[in-house]
């Protein structure tokens, strides 16, 4: 993640909320006055988007001066202090929110993420994440995933080859897409969802190139099936599980040997941590 895409996406989100400055601290707050606040775990976490809440007050006011206790990616314990800014109290007040937005999804991410992995159980499955992303927000959201501990999928329909339903819908079925797979750049990754047993064996059977299967919605027994006709067939066909696979479950799928395991429910439906931004001290 390059420093420029931060700034663009923190330009964006100061103009939402800035559109005019601040009209309660501009009217109410001395622009003499200074201080130092400080960022706030309220519950346990893995700490992600200080880069970004950084940029967010130095895009506000160069001259603030900031301190970080803890790394990216480290666990932080509850009631403890992450951080501070210190200078202009009418900078302060202007980046706080927009500073606590990002901090507090990008860390809720990383740490959903954090648990995951580690109810994999250090196995060689990779969680992977997928496009279901927040618009404008995905390069940052992907990156959380990393800062998690887990991996990136594609970022855009440009990085590969993935056929899905809506695709071999479109084509007529999947004995129509494997058609087309001859004379594809040997350059793209090609990857195919399946959603039943008879859609798998026709995969199974083609010539065409595949890299991965991506098994939609399959339980683990089916999982186990699938698996054993793979090895025996295409035994270095990459296998991939999606759907309806939570933490308190991921661990079984992770214990099937599959390659890989994405989850949409990553990046769509991530609940923010709990941080605050607190004043502490105020001068002239």
Not at 105 to 127: E, F, Q, Y
Not at 239 to 259: A, F, K, M, P, Q
Request: aromatic share 8%.
């Amino acid at each position: 993640m390059e420093s420029w895409q931060i700034r663009e996406i923190v330009h964006r989100a100061l103009q939402e909320d800035l559109p005019f400055g601040d009209k309660t601290t501009e009217y109410l707050i001395p622009s003499r006055l200074k201080g130092k606040a400080f960022f706030l775990a309220k519950e346990e976490l893995v700490l992600c988007g200080t880069p970004v809440a950084e940029t967010v007050f130095k895009e506000i006011d160069s001259s603030l001066k900031i301190n970080w206790y803890y790394q990216e990616g480290e666990e932080v314990p509850s009631k403890t202090k992450l951080g501070e800014v210190e200078g202009r109290v009418q900078s302060l007040l202007k980046g706080e929110r927009v500073a606590l937005n990002f901090l507090q999804h990008l860390s809720g991410l990383a740490t959903k993420v954090r648990k995951m992995v580690n109810s994999l159980s250090g196995g060689a499955t990779l969680l992977l994440d997928t496009r279901k992303t927040l618009p404008g927000l995905k390069i940052l959201q992907k990156y959380a995933v990393r800062v998690g501990g887990g991996a990136n999928h594609r970022f855009s329909l440009s990085d590969g080859i993935l056929i899905k339903d809506n695709h071999i819908k479109a084509l007529g079925g999947l004995k129509e897409v494997l058609q087309k797979l001859h004379g594809l750049p040997h350059y793209l990754r090609i990857e195919i969802e399946i959603n039943d047993f008879k859609e798998l064996e026709l995969l199974l059977e083609s010539q065409g190139r595949i890299d991965c299967v991506l098994l939609d919605n399959f339980t683990p027994e089916e999982i186990k099936r699938a698996l054993k006709l793979i090895r025996e067939k295409r035994p270095y066909l990459e296998v991939e599980v999606s759907g309806g696979i939570r933490e308190d479950n991921i661990r079984e799928y992770g214990d099937l040997g599959v390659n890989y395991i994405s989850s949409g429910a990553l990046t769509h439906s991530v609940k923010a941590v709990d941080i605050s931004f607190k004043i502490e001290e105020v001068w002239e």
